[in-house]
């Protein structure tokens, strides 16, 4: 059902099938994983897809693998999405602290499905920290239906950066259901090209040095497009002022009805979450 080339049509999808529908419409070649819930889905759908389409998709070693391969198909120019838990990214650290230096040439999506409250996980660490502590952006969708469009964005927005994009979930997300309307299908582009480059690609520290401030020239743009992106909601009149994201958008705007305060509330939703868009919080 994740295949049907139905644009407007609306369809029912969990929130895995939603994201992994809005990495089909953006024309993903490539995707590599090691499956954990809350993310489980979005692999066996994508799965599911490279049976009956030209979609390369693996079930990888380890979350450290499927990164290495994931980021080696995306440095050949093709549209890539690596997926795994939260406690995933634990694995994968390595090879992502380098490759926000040595950045992509086509657009590679880290999905991190987060798991707060645990329950499937033996903790409930919060990974917007990893897109801090590498320098990458990271986008956080607030409903079933956004995840789909947010996921098309992340790519979008790593091709003009040249940077991976962490698209951070939770379980909410993950495993709650809602309509959909779906959207076009980009043509998927399958033929990748490696071309060496060891200035950019072997990282020896003369190398790093200048990656380094390529990787600080691409935060300040990441912040400029931060500060002015469709991600970034602003609701509501009021002197009050509620800034969230993810699933507690939603809980704060039932939280303003119930208490009839509307009219003196303002939310400001944040999805375009690192780096974070300082001016429209001022």
């Not at 979005?42 to 980021?71: G, H, M, P, R, W």
């Not at 440095?75 to 650290?93: F, P, W």
Request: aromatic share 6%.
């Amino acid at each position: 059902k994740l295949l049907q080339n139905a644009p407007d049509q609306e369809i029912m999808l969990l929130g895995n099938e939603s994201l992994a529908r809005g990495a089909v419409e953006a024309g993903l070649a490539f995707a590599t994983t090691y499956p954990g819930t809350p993310s489980s889905e979005l692999s066996l759908n994508l799965f599911q897809i490279s049976q009956e389409t030209d979609l390369y998709f693996e079930y990888s070693t380890n979350e450290k693998v499927a990164l290495e391969v994931a980021a080696a198909a995306a440095n050949s120019g093709l549209r890539t999405m690596c997926i795994m838990k939260h406690v995933g990214l634990n694995v994968a650290a390595d090879p992502l602290m380098t490759l926000a230096y040595v950045g992509v040439k086509g657009g590679l999506v880290i999905l991190t499905a987060d798991d707060p409250s645990m329950f499937s996980s033996q903790n409930e660490q919060d990974n917007r920290y990893y897109g801090k502590f590498a320098g990458l952006p990271i986008l956080e969708p607030s409903s079933v239906a956004e995840a789909k469009d947010m996921a098309k964005a992340a790519f979008e927005l790593s091709e003009t950066l040249g940077e991976p994009v962490i698209l951070r979930t939770t379980t909410r997300i993950n495993h709650s259901s809602a309509f959909v309307t779906l959207g076009d299908i980009k043509e998927r582009n399958t033929k990748g090209e490696f071309i060496k480059d060891p200035m950019s690609f072997v990282t020896v520290p003369a190398v790093s040095r200048k990656l380094h401030v390529k990787l600080l020239e691409n935060l300040d743009r990441a912040q400029a497009l931060s500060n002015r992106s469709e991600h970034n909601i602003l609701t509501g009149t009021g002197r009050f002022g509620v800034i969230c994201n993810g699933v507690s958008f939603l809980y704060a705007e039932d939280a303003v009805k119930d208490l009839g305060i509307e009219d003196k509330v303002k939310i400001l939703r944040i999805g375009f979450s690192n780096p974070m868009p300082d001016q429209m919080i001022e």
